[in-house]
């Protein structure tokens, strides 16, 4: 019998000017033929909120500073079970949108367990994404793109990347395109 670990997460689902949805890439390290792409998010520490969470994730992983008051309320909440590494998860994990202008990945601040397990990120058009046989997590990210996109209409302005920040970024990759990971 597989006993399942709880866990809470928060994801964000980080949309440029272009339409584009940013998605890391990489695998579980204990089966690195499981290759596949998801949105920067992870789980919950003691004592924090979501969208916390979310904040300190996003920054994490991508080098995006934005406050939890940024992110809103989530946009989509769903329960999965998967493995990674050594263990099997039940999450309860909670999608958050944000736009940006654009954005230059810097994956500095990635922990042990994201270096090991994320190698590279790419901004997908939204039907390129749809279309593509490549795996990706949630299974129906599309149609979660698009029902958050169509409760959340662009704010006439993006909000631009902080001063001081990276040009925007097109499909750059940090390493291989080919994965990514439950973080």
Request: with cysteine; aromatic share 8%.
């Amino acid at each position: 019998m597989t006993v399942y670990t709880p866990r809470r997460a928060a994801r964000v689902l980080l949309v440029d000017a272009a339409g584009r949805v940013l998605l890391l890439a990489g695998h579980d390290p204990a089966r690195p033929d499981h290759r596949y792409w998801l949105t920067p998010g992870g789980g919950l520490e003691p004592g924090e909120s979501p969208a916390a969470a979310a904040a300190r994730e996003l920054a994490e992983e991508t080098g995006l500073r934005l406050t939890p008051a940024e992110l809103g309320e989530p946009v989509e909440q769903e329960r999965i079970r998967f493995p990674f590494g050594a263990a099997y998860y039940e999450q309860e994990q909670q999608f958050f949108l944000a736009r940006v202008a654009g954005w230059e990945v810097d994956t500095a601040g990635l922990d042990a367990v994201e270096r090991a397990s994320i190698t590279g990120h790419r901004w997908w058009p939204l039907d390129e994404l749809a279309a593509t046989t490549e795996r990706y997590y949630p299974a129906d990210l599309p149609a979660l793109l698009r029902r958050a996109l169509a409760a959340r209409p662009e704010p006439a302005d993006p909000p631009a990347p902080p001063a001081g920040s990276a040009a925007p970024a097109g499909s750059a990759d940090v390493g291989s395109t080919a994965g990514g990971a439950p973080c």
